[in-house]
């Protein structure tokens, strides 16, 4: 006898088995009773409910470990499908199903499932396990006082095109006070998926991070731009920074100047640190594409080139990086154990570093939900010593 | 009449507090632990009626530091020594900490002798190092007292200690709001507010102070977060406070900075500090009434830590 989430599609088989007449309004009737996926402490069960002609059902999900294209079970001789699988109790998993119906296959966000996370590439459809929490200072909280964001453009020499810099300003900002900056990679989508702004308003009234700027930039060819090219780091000290430091109030003091980005974004900020040591103090890398080899061809596209040849530099001579080092990465990514190497590898060259995984993607919900870290650990903020 | 109010947010007693000091004069707010928020007095207008006058302490203390180098060299010195200091201290209190820690779970059987007298030793070598620290802060702010107090004889600042110690001794209540805890008692005593305070307390004049201002107006100012985002933490000291309340240490927002369901962690606080500590919460109204402490608003707004990790409401002390 099934236990936990399975138990209810079981006892529906055994209902609809035993008054096959009822079928439609036995299926309406569970789907009515449930939110889906159904999930007990370790277990998630996938739905999906078909029409005549589906021929098979797919979970899509892009867990690293687990095989990424899962066949649903069909459930007796119905048009319902479903599917259990064995997931950490505070994992968050975002999916897509893959419906064929004939010679026909197509994506679909889960019908029956209303959480989606956006992404620049559309939506997916979220499991959340019973352990994960939405943090709460991703939402807007009361009493935290805003923040506001200054937007500029800037004739780039080294792309030879205008890019735009949006700058938040904390509540506190006064022009005449210095402030740390940190410089965000990818900065429309940590705006738009991650919702810095507000993470950074909650943060700062809790006290918990210190008034920061915080100037997001945005390539324009990113996957090149952010794989290891040297265009990059002249683009952030040679052209963005001189600007921010004539037209905000940036502190002198450059262990308070960070870097931050995610995947791709972490390649450039850490290569940024290690081309051009001595600029930055702060990095904030999320899911970093470090991928390096030992022996042979790293075996992923040709954007990895680069990249690469720039990990295994780095790796042979990590002490050229000054700074203190964030490192964040999903469990369920295969960067899991480049970025695990990681650590060990910036502590023996003497470098503060701390590394926080979660069991989560390469999404941005899991960069969002990793910010708190990040931030409190290069930015900490004065919460002992306010009581309001 | 001293008066302790809990958190202003969301529910402010101020107001109700306030209505019973009436007469004339002004209300005196020190808010310096607002920092560059200080001046920003309309929602305190709001409240606290047309009155509210507020001593800019912060704002003083800017311009004060902007125009004398000296003093800022001065001060900056002293701000670093006591910095370092807290550093190496940490180094010390930790490993205390922890012993005691370990004791307790090696077993706490009230009738072992052995363990008992350990465990008094490491309590008493804790409570050691907690009164060291108030000492070597005051041995910091000796070393340096020379240099500032000093420069502390400019004309600019002299004219700011007069004028403070006016507005402290006309006023019909002083007010003292939460904030930054240090900048707060700082401030307070860079202008000599702490001794114009003291000496209103003594002739009985009317201070109602909240969160930060409630812990400043004791002898020891505990700086405490049991779960900040770096992980699990202890309380230390910040060092003396005023002084105008005597063997209390004041925890605002208690139950938001600590784990309160913790027996272990609510014991070694209440034992550490060997005197009552009280957790207060957005309502609470402690009122002195002769030796007594009375709570006048709802008994759950105001906690008392026992040092068998129990935690009581409080209705009088």
Known sequence: ?388 | MLQVLGPQRPTPNAPACLEEFGGEGTVLVLTAGWRHEETDDEALRRHLGPDVVVLPLYTWFEVVMKELPELRAAYRARQDAWIRMRQLHRLRLTPALDVVRNLWAAGTSGDDPVMKRELSAAMAHVRDLDRQMCDHVEAIRAEHAGAIGAQKGHKVVSNMFEKARKAVEDARVVVITGGHVAVLLNRIRFFGVDEALRTRHANGGNIVAWSAGAMILTERVVLFYDDPPDGPSHPELLGRGLGLVEDIVMLPHARQRLRLDDADRVALLAQRMGTACIGLENGAWLARDGQEWVNRAEPQTAVRLETDGRVECLRCL
């Open chain 1, 1 to 388: 006898m099934p236990t936990g989430a399975m138990r209810p599609v079981h006892d529906l088989l055994a209902a609809i088995e035993a008054e096959p007449g009822r079928e439609d309004e036995l299926l309406a009737a569970f789907e009515a009773d449930h939110t889906f996926p159904i999930a007990d402490k370790n277990t998630a069960v996938f739905w999906y409910r078909g029409a005549a002609e589906t021929t098979a059902v797919y979970l899509l999900h892009w867990v690293f470990g687990l095989e990424s294209r899962q066949p649903f079970i069909r459930l007796g001789d119905t048009t319902a499908w479903y599917l259990p699988v064995e997931l950490p109790h505070s994992a968050r998993v975002e999916y897509k199903l893959e419906v064929q119906e004939g010679e026909n296959r197509r994506w679909v966000r889960d019908p029956v499932n209303d959480r989606l996370a956006l992404d620049p590439f559309g939506a997916n459809s979220v499991c959340a396990m019973p352990g994960y929490r939405e943090p709460r200072w991703t939402r807007p909280e009361p009493g935290a006082r805003p923040g506001r964001t200054v937007t500029f453009s800037l004739q780039s020499q080294v792309y030879g095109d205008t890019r735009e810099t949006k700058v938040y300003l904390p509540h506190e900002f006064k022009p005449h006070k210095r402030y740390p900056l940190l410089i965000c990679h990818d900065g429309r989508d940590y705006l738009r998926f991650c919702d810095m702004v507000t993470v950074l308003d909650n943060l700062i009234a809790r006290h918990e991070v210190a008034p920061i700027m915080v100037a997001f930039t945005s390539g324009h060819d990113r996957n090149r731009e952010y794989g290891a090219d040297p265009r990059q780091p002249a683009f952030l000290v040679d052209e963005l920074l001189p600007v921010l430091r004539e037209r905000f109030p940036v502190t002198e003091d450059r262990s308070e100047l960070g870097v931050m980005g995610a995947s791709f974004g972490g390649v450039t900020s850490l290569y940024t640190a290690w081309t051009r040591p001595g600029v930055f103090g702060k990095l904030l890398l999320q899911s970093g594409s470090f991928v390096f080899t030992d022996i042979g061809h790293h075996g992923r596209s040709e954007l990895f080139d680069p990249v690469v040849d720039f990990v295994n530099d780095f790796r042979n001579d990590p002490s050229r990086i000054d700074a203190r080092v964030f490192l964040s990465c999903g469990t369920f990514e295969s960067l899991i154990w480049f970025n695990r190497s990681l650590k060990p590898l910036l502590q023996d060259a003497g470098i503060d570093v701390r590394f926080v995984e979660a069991q989560d993607g390469h999404n941005w919900i899991n960069w969002r939900d990793r910010l708190r870290d990040g931030l409190t650990w290069l930015y900490p903020g004065r919460l002992w010593m306010y009581y309001e």
